[in-house]
């Protein structure tokens, strides 16, 4: 027995170049547990190692994986502003190469919520026509810039809070949890993502903002870049072991969230806090596909927004079908938002398709 499904795996290798342990089951009608031995003995022994993570995860031939891992990636999109969403675009950049796959699963997750942040400012923000993303790697740290030809953040939020310089606007930016658009953002966005990545930097209205977490420090300088628009850089090491978790754990209250094994319960109310943006319903379930139900206690929430509501139950929920996202304690108004979503309760569909 031993011997067949260590036979099987390699086989599937030699022909496919790649096999998951779920093709290995399926074939069998092994269990996945059983299965995963066989290839965590081959990977000890050197035969086969793992490249991706959780749904992506799978196994190739050692050779393979170098070919994988010789040529670094440089993309370039040039994409116009119009039905744009942030996830879609970075799933088409995922597409086009194995680039993401070798990133650790933390650093992964850091390149998937600061990426879709920042392209969802161009598009929600900017009011450009045009977005241009480029992403690439170097030998330490993957870097990617979003370029809008947009208002320009700084004068965006200079005209909207009345400030008087540039500048003033940069300290407005800095304090964190800042927004122009209160009903459909919160202003968490560029406060999260400049904390988690190691150098962030935004280059609009002749200055340039830099925050570098390597050197922990954070300075303006002028900027060489004459253009209209916002241009935002990211880069992250790959040998980061900074984490989403850990990031958003530093300002968020740890009682909120409640872990089982099978099931995590997590409650929104805080003081004074609106739900309405995609950052914060994204900074919600972050992590949580690793379980299957997961209860959202909506206890003492007066209402919550479209995008945090489409976020949750409609993008979320269709990205990770083998959970199940279950609202509790909504008031009707909570109620109204959520199904709009999409969400329907299991009860419901049963009845009515009977
Ligand atoms: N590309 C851009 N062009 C113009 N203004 C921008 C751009 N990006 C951000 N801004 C301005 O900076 C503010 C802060 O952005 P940030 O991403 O931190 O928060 P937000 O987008 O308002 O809320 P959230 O990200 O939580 O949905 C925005 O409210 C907006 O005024
Ligand atoms: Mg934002």
Redesign the pocket.
Known sequence: MTRDIRKLILDKLAKDGTVKAADISGATGLSRAYVHRFFQQLKEEGMIVLVGKANTAHYVLPRARRAIEGKPVNIHRLLRNRDLRENVVLESIKDEGPWFARLAENVGLIVDYSFT?MV???I???GTDTIDISLRESKDRLQFEIS?R????FN??MA?KGLDTTLDAIQD?LKGK????PE????????FTSKMVDHFSIRSSGKWLVIDNEKNDVYVKDSPLKTRG?K?SCSIRFDSTRTLSEVFGRYTDPDSVEFTRTAVSVRLYRNNVQYV????ARRIVVGLERFKTIELDFQGIDTVGQAFADEIFRVWQVRHPESRIVPRNMNENVEFMVRRAGWVDDLLTTMDMG
Do not use: C, P, W, Y
Request: cysteine-free.
């Open positions: 942040e969802n400012n161009a929600e923000h900017s809008d947009g208002v320009g953040i965006n939020i909207k930016l800042q927004t122009t658009a459909f953002h919160s202003g968490e966005g560029i406060f916002t935002v943006s995609r950052s914060q």
